[in-house]
T-cell receptor
Framework: DTGVSQDPRHKITKRGQNVTFRCDPISEHNRLYWYRQTLGQGPEFLTYFQNEAQLEKSRLLSDRFSAERPKGSFSTLEIQRTEQGDSAMYLC?????????????FGPGTRLLVL | GNSVTQMEGPVTLSEEAFLTINCTYTATGYPSLFWYVQYPGEGLQLLLKATKADDKGSNKGFEATYRKETTSFHLEKGSVQVSDSAVYFCALSQTSGSRLTFGEGTQLTVNP
């Protein structure tokens, strides 16, 4: 168990560019979540996958955001036409599917800065 | 909708002082409640959790009791250490497989 990994850890881009982040969950965790955290705030939910199915999306996830988990393992989060307001830490979490409330395990995050 | 409110920070304490970080929530039914901790330069880690009313979660000397009547889940530690300096987040989850709703976080600094 190597934990949740995210790549890259840091990304600097210019406004209007597209960026893509990757998340590798803990193996055999079939649930995967994306959150966004801005400075001084708690994480905010973006979207959730169970296996390859995207089951829930937040209203925060505008049309410029898209997430995939094509084989039910790793996931990607793409932001098109980035804006300065997209600057934040993007967190990925995974959890096993168990009966009752499960613990979400978080990765180190990808810090995005849009210039 | 669901929401979590934490006491405003930052909180600064001397080593061995008693710690309380208040957390109250708004949710329907019986959510599960969590405390996560974020140490400097590291990712979020689960500190403790409670899944039903009157449950007490505990870990590393920290405790929190799920109080349904006051919709609270206050974090306490009897004697803090410098190594406890971090940001603490209270969170809730409505059902299995659902999003976590976080509070805004409380920065704790413990001085020697």
């Amino acid at each position: 168990d190597t934990g949740v990994s995210q790549d890259p850890r840091h990304k600097i881009t210019k406004r209007g560019q597209n960026v893509t982040f990757r998340c590798d969950p803990i193996s055999e965790h079939n649930r995967l979540y994306w959150y966004r955290q801005t400075l001084g705030q708690g994480p905010e939910f973006l979207t959730y996958f169970q296996n390859e199915a995207q089951l829930e999306k937040s209203r925060l996830l505008s049309d410029r955001f898209s997430a995939e988990r094509p084989k039910g393992s790793f996931s990607t989060l793409e932001i098109q036409r980035t804006e300065q307001g997209d600057s934040a830490m993007y967190l990925c979490a995974s959890s096993p599917q168990v009966f009752g409330p499960e613990t979400q395990y978080f990765g180190p995050g990808t810090r995005l800065l849009v210039l | 909708g669901n929401s979590v409110t934490q006491m405003e920070g930052p909180v600064t304490l001397s080593e061995e002082a008693f710690l309380t970080i208040n957390c109250t929530y708004t949710a329907t039914g019986y959510p599960s409640l969590f405390w996560y901790v974020q140490y400097p330069g590291e990712g979020l880690q689960l500190l403790l959790k409670a899944t039903k009313a009157d449950d007490k979660g505990s870990n590393k000397g920290f405790e929190a009791t799920y109080r349904k009547e006051t919709t609270s889940f206050h974090l306490e530690k009897g004697s803090v250490q410098v190594s406890d300096s971090a940001v603490y987040f209270c969170a809730l989850s409505q059902t299995s497989g659902s999003r976590l709703t976080f509070g805004e976080g409380t920065q704790l600094t413990v001085n020697p």
